[in-house]
């Protein structure tokens, strides 16, 4: 069984026991969370289940494993003949979660 959530804006397709890196959040490691916008479930034996816009009644249970940062990214501005440099790096932070259970509608 599979199911489409949504977090924030985005979207993920996930299944039992999935690792997912969302956008940073506060919660401690350890803790469990649900997702409560679940867009679609699939893979059950009544047939798939689309949400208009969302399924009710059904959940995806989560538990943050921690925080984590993304790769770097550098940033570098030159202006020829004005003789300016100018070098930015930036790290996203993401916390790490990982998928326990799927709540299917009841």
Do not use: C
Request: aromatic content about 6%; hydrophobic content about 35%; overall charge positive.
């Amino acid at each position: 069984m599979y199911a489409v959530v949504r977090d924030r804006g985005r979207q993920f397709r996930v299944k039992k026991g999935d690792k997912l890196e969302i956008d940073a959040m506060k919660a401690e490691e350890g803790a469990s969370l649900d997702f409560g916008e679940v867009l679609m479930i699939g893979g059950m034996e009544k047939g798939d289940v689309l949400g208009t816009p969302v399924v009710k009644g059904a959940s995806v249970r989560i538990k943050v494993l921690g925080d984590i940062k993304g790769t770097k990214v550098r940033v570098f501005k030159f202006n020829r003949r004005d003789h300016q440099k100018r070098r930015h790096g930036h790290r996203q932070g993401y916390t790490q979660v990982q998928v326990e259970d799927i709540v299917p509608p009841k």
